[in-house]
């Protein structure tokens, strides 16, 4: 797997401005920022999908409470199993945006906008959660949460594919493999949500089973290399 090898500082002193191209300034921190807040502020707006069991508690005994609230909670796991996975969703994403942004120098116009749309797609992620824990065996719940997926893990990809596009937003001596590797891998993850769709027709199920099978294949990918 390649390393990333610039800091933030040697980012900094070797930002190359292309003659012609439109790049408004060298200084991420402002964009980071704005990124970091509002996967912050998404990965809080989750837990809100989970409600503490009401329960009336009037000439119940204490033990009769226990197991009134645990039948409850029982009920409840698959919303608190849907939480967990969103949870892993945005870190995920979070994460692919972070190393992405290792790599990239400095920004312009349509890189911002861009990083936008990424944002934009990250901070609805709530709103599908919630419908998705409400209707989890409904196909039409499991595909608006696999489009989602899918939607955002592609503008990722774009962002970088633009940002590497000979070497528009990147360092110009970034090896072209790596460029390629990191655009590959970023299509994994993608891809099992596109299948997961189709698959959704025959069995809501087995498109769920699919999405875990897809984080593991994005793990897989990232520790031996995408063809």
Request: net charge negative.
């Amino acid at each position: 797997m390649f390393e990333d090898r610039l800091s933030h500082e040697g980012r900094e002193k070797q930002a190359v401005v292309h003659r012609g191209s439109e790049v408004p300034g060298e200084d991420l921190s402002r964009i980071l920022a704005l990124t970091d807040g509002v996967f912050a502020f998404a990965l809080t707006l989750l837990v809100l999908g989970l409600t503490v069991p009401v329960i009336v508690t009037t000439g119940l005994s204490s033990g009769q409470i226990s197991g009134e609230l645990g039948a409850r909670l029982h009920q409840d796991y698959q919303s608190f199993l849907g939480y967990v996975f969103a949870f892993v969703m945005i870190a995920v994403w979070w994460t692919y945006h972070h190393q992405t942004f290792r790599y990239i120098e400095r920004y312009d116009t349509v890189l911002m906008w861009t990083n936008m749309a990424i944002l934009l797609e990250i901070a609805v992620m709530p709103f599908v959660l919630q419908v998705y824990t409400a209707y989890m065996d409904a196909q039409a719940a499991v595909v608006l949460f696999a489009v989602m997926q899918l939607t955002t893990g592609l503008t990722l990809n774009i962002l970088w594919r633009y940002a590497s596009s000979g070497h528009r937003l990147v360092n110009p001596q970034l090896d072209p493999a790596e460029i390629r590797y990191f655009a590959d891998r970023g299509l994994i993850t993608p891809v099992v949500f596109a299948v997961s769709i189709g698959v959704s027709f025959l069995s809501v199920e087995a498109a769920e089973i699919l999405w875990i099978g897809g984080l593991v294949a994005r793990r897989w990918g990232g520790k031996y290399g995408v063809a």
